[in-house]
């Protein structure tokens, strides 16, 4: 374990093979195995890894514990673990953290002018004014239980610099994410043949608790923002994965068949189901889920679609990992192999019920 911030060296660029992942990988290129994909899992917030030219920038204060609990950094050990498992399954990691650009937020044509209004909102909120930070979040520099992830620029010469390094993570990080996304989904629908199931999954975590200023992660969220006890899946419908305001992203029956599937994998009886495992309750899915949902939707196959899917970070964790970030600190505690072993054997389980 380490308290000290987790960094990319500066000018470190990444390719498809760095960011994706599939059960042979080594052995075969990925286009040997597309046509035998069926989950594609992506991860626009595995990594809680900040690029080195952000560092000027990052505040001082910030301490590990926090830069991983902003993140869902497990998602990393999961997407590669679940791939390396299941032949049917491939997983793409955006390599830095969600600081540089989310890729799970509508990329906006010019992130600067949204900062500048985050922090605006952001100091008239620590005033005693209530504001949103919906819609201009795309470069979010603050964490979920408000700590200072970036410091806002003290003068133009500041805030030039910040926008020149963040346009050069940019294109290190997220651009390239988001390419090999591309480039793996393309690659899938062109090697597999029609009828059968194919589900792009946006991946993520968080906790029902935020951090306070010691470290401690035991401040309850609102009861209406509370995950359940493992895992929320979101298509934009309503609690039975029907059409709610926005298109869904899969089907209802197919969301809910994806559901049942892993209840039998994670051998949730139904007694305890509805406090396990929600639809868009919650989180209804964000711009991968729509993004790459409305790409899918032209297959016009009831069977295809994207889905957010919203574990329970503490069911990831496990207990000894989660009663540790209970505690005041600022490091962040080793992942528990054994316990995700278990998640990637249900999720294993779950794949064959679905094909």
């Not at 597999?192 to 035991?218: E, F, Q, W, Y």
């Not at 949730?268 to 993004?291: C, Q």
Request: a neutral charge; aromatic letters at 8%.
């Amino acid at each position: 374990m380490s308290a000290t911030l987790d960094w990319v060296p500066a000018g470190q660029a990444f390719g498809f093979d760095d960011l994706v992942f599939w059960q042979g990988k080594g052995s075969a290129p990925f286009s040997a195995a597309a046509a035998r994909i069926d989950t594609i899992v992506l991860g626009p917030h595995a990594s809680a890894r900040f690029p080195a030219e952000l560092q000027p920038f990052v505040d001082a204060g910030l301490t590990r514990r926090k830069q991983y609990d902003y993140s869902d950094a497990i998602t990393s050990s999961l997407g590669r673990a679940w791939a390396a498992a299941d032949p049917g399954v491939v997983f793409v990691e955006n390599p830095h953290s969600r600081l540089v650009l989310d890729p799970n937020r509508a990329p906006p044509a010019d992130v600067m002018p949204g900062l500048r209004e985050f922090f605006a909102r952001l100091e008239r909120q620590r005033k005693g004014d209530k504001v949103t930070f919906g819609g201009i979040d795309a470069v979010r520099p603050i964490t979920f239980a408000g700590e200072t992830v970036l410091r806002p620029p003290g003068s133009d010469e500041e805030w030039t610099a910040l926008q020149n390094a963040l346009a050069a993570a940019r294109q290190l990080g997220p651009t390239a994410y988001r390419s090999a996304c591309d480039g793996v989904i393309d690659a899938v629908l062109k090697a597999r043949k029609p009828g059968g199931a194919l589900h792009v999954i946006s991946l993520h975590d968080t906790m029902n608790t935020k951090m306070r200023p010691d470290g401690a992660i035991v401040v309850e969220r609102p009861a209406a923002d509370r995950l359940p006890q493992l895992v929320n899946f979101g298509n934009k419908g309503d609690e039975r994965g029907e059409r709610d305001a926005d298109p869904v992203t899969i089907g209802a029956a197919e969301l809910r068949r994806i559901a049942d599937a892993w209840a039998q994998g994670f051998k949730i009886d139904a007694a305890t189901r509805s406090a396990a495992i929600t639809l868009n309750r919650p989180y209804k899915g964000a711009f991968e889920t729509v993004h790459y949902g409305a790409q899918l939707a032209a297959l016009n196959e009831p069977n295809v679609g994207a889905v957010q899917v919203e574990f329970l970070r503490e069911s990831l964790l496990g207990p000894r990992a989660t009663a540790h970030l209970q505690q005041p600190g600022a490091d962040w505690p080793d992942l528990d192999r054994t316990h995700l072993d278990g998640i990637v054997s249900a999720l294993v389980a779950a794949g064959r019920l679905l094909r």
